[in-house]
């Protein structure tokens, strides 16, 4: 069962993700994101996406976002939001979600904001799985190697890795 939050507090993590898209460095893409999280003890800690030059260097909203968390003392959270221009609204990539699992629990609700401000929610825990992460993975295979037979190999390979290392991680994690 999810985590609840009131809806009041819902509001503002939502306002804050959705601003924290005016603060993206994304030159490259174009492609705005931001992210807010609301930590156990009642904060609002934002971040938004830091593109480079060097595509793979570029850190995702979720993670500017965790990282200040985190130096901040923060480690324990009760909700994410992401949001997006695109609808439906940006879900967190393959390498967010592996970040993401180490601080929340897979009952943390994630709420994905798209450009007119609907939006999805899932938890840590439905995102976190081997079709979560495979899904994901895709996406950015396709993106970033721009062939679809090479990524459809590519994926097989990587979803072949990940449920093994899914497996372990979850005797280790749960
Ligand atoms: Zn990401």
Not at 21 to 36: D, E, I, Q
Not at 99 to 127: A, C
Request: aromatic share 10%; with cysteine.
């Amino acid at each position: 069962m999810a985590n609840t939050i009131t809806t009041q507090e819902l509001e503002i993590l939502s306002n804050k993700a959705i601003s924290a898209k005016s603060t993206a460095y994304c030159p490259y893409s174009k492609f705005r994101v931001g992210a807010s999280l609301l930590t156990h003890s009642g904060e609002y800690i934002t971040g938004a996406n830091v593109e480079n030059v060097s595509f793979p260097v570029g850190t995702c909203a979720e993670r500017v976002a965790f990282g200040t968390a985190v130096v901040n003392g923060h480690k324990e959270f009760k909700a994410v939001a992401v949001a997006s221009d695109i609808t439906p609204g940006a879900s967190p990539c393959g390498m967010c979600r592996q970040f993401m699992r180490e601080f929340l629990t897979p009952s943390v609700p994630i709420y994905m904001y798209d450009g007119q401000g609907g939006h999805i929610v899932k938890t840590m825990g439905e995102v976190f799985s081997p079709t979560g992460i495979y899904s994901a993975l895709w996406c950015g295979v396709v993106v970033q190697v721009g062939d679809v037979g090479f990524a459809i190999f590519l994926s097989l390979v990587l979803y072949i890795c990940l449920v093994g290392q899914y497996l372990q991680w979850d005797n280790i994690i749960t």
